[in-house]
Nanobody, 118 residues
Framework: QVQLVESGGGLVQAGGSLRLSCAAS???????????MGWYRQAPGEQRELVAS??????TQYVDSVKGRFTISGNARNAVYLQMNSLEPEDTAVYYC??????????WGQGTQVTVSS
């Protein structure tokens, strides 16, 4: 089983920056078969949405609303990061680390709160 632990959330003013980190732990077999990691977020009353993802081949995807402001990085195996710049109040949400194995098994972190004040 894979466990994901997020860190780096907090309260910032609009225009500020935060860097989220996620570390995956578990058996070598489980970790080695992860081929995608990313970040989702969920605001109150909203559906959880994919913010950014990265694959082992370094392919990245971003939701349109964060393009040019957020950067995802990491090895898509046991570590993923999300650099968030020019934060906006609309970015306020609980951010969840996500990992997917080649078997399509998925794992989720418990989430870290990001609050952006106007």
């Amino acid at each position: 089983q894979v466990q994901l632990v997020e860190s780096g959330g907090g309260l910032v003013q609009a225009g500020g920056s935060l860097r989220l980190s996620c570390a995956a732990s578990g058996s070598f077999f489980s970790i080695n078969n992860i081929n995608l990691m990313g970040w989702y977020r969920q605001a109150p009353g909203e559906q959880r949405e994919l913010v950014a993802s990265i694959t082992r081949s370094s392919d990245t995807q971003y939701v349109d609303s964060v393009k040019g402001r957020f950067t995802i990085s990491g090895n898509a195996r046991n570590a993923v990061y999300l650099q968030m710049n020019s934060l906006e109040p609309e970015d306020t949400a609980v951010y969840y680390c996500h990992a997917k194995r080649t078997s399509r098994d998925e794992y989720w972190g418990q989430g870290t709160q990001v609050t952006v004040s106007s």
